[in-house]
């Protein structure tokens, strides 16, 4: 297997930036955005409940969102692909779900554990229980913008945006789940934003 080295791979991660313009030219290979989305897929979560959904949006098809992204409008009307990546509604979160991704064997184990989860945890609260599946939807955001830069795509994570009217827009073509954000995917117009975060010693501790 393949290793990047801690410097290259510092490298990759101070190189991903939240870009606000892309230059709306240039193209995203249908097999890279095609990878994207699979380390999205692939990423992992909680009880491997995947409650994810991504339905890609490039062309006329993303413009329809423009008048209810608030100030995002430039970098939606750019990107060469719009991902709104939706969690499934609470009550799909079921056995028959979960043992599609399930040996026999551990069926019954996860089975049980999601149902503490639910009871205990969540409270069979619905709100406490899509934030829960959000959760995870950030777990797959996370994954799919890193990969997004190791391919040399530059991406955006939107959280402003009218999730009901989107919701509307995209329900003349298929019946969306709950959205958690979107993520734009390009080729950034603008430079490198440096990052500015917390000094280690405040972020990392060893005990």
């Not at 939240?18 to 009880?47: G, H, M, N, T, W």
């Not at 992204?69 to 509604?89: D, F, I, K, P, R």
């Not at 409270?123 to 777990?139: A, H, S």
């Not at 509307?168 to 080729?187: D, E, F, Q, S, T």
């Amino acid at each position: 297997m393949q290793t990047l080295s801690p410097d290259t791979l510092n490298a990759f991660l101070h190189r991903r930036f939240a870009c606000k313009k892309f230059d709306s030219k240039a193209p995203l290979p249908a097999e890279v955005l095609e990878q994207i989305l699979e380390a999205a897929r692939l990423a992992p979560s909680s009880y491997n409940t995947q409650p994810w959904e991504f339905i890609v949006l490039q062309g006329e098809m993303k413009d329809k969102l423009l008048p209810y992204v608030y100030t995002n409008t430039e970098l939606v009307q750019s990107c060469a692909a719009l991902v709104v990546v939706g969690y499934m509604h609470s009550s799909a979160l079921n056995a028959a779900y979960l043992s599609r991704f399930y040996t026999k064997e551990y069926q019954e184990r996860v089975a049980s554990g999601v149902q503490t989860l639910l009871r205990e945890r969540l409270k069979n609260d619905q709100t406490l229980i899509e934030g829960y599946m959000k959760e995870q939807c950030y777990i797959a955001v996370g994954q799919m913008t890193l990969a997004a830069t190791l391919m040399g795509v530059d991406s955006c994570i939107i959280g402003g945006f009218e999730a009901q009217k989107v919701m509307g827009v995209l329900n003349a073509y298929c019946n969306p789940p709950h959205i958690a954000c979107l993520v734009a995917l390009g080729k950034a117009d603008m430079p490198t934003t440096a990052k500015t975060r917390k000094e280690k010693g405040s972020a990392v501790k060893y005990l």
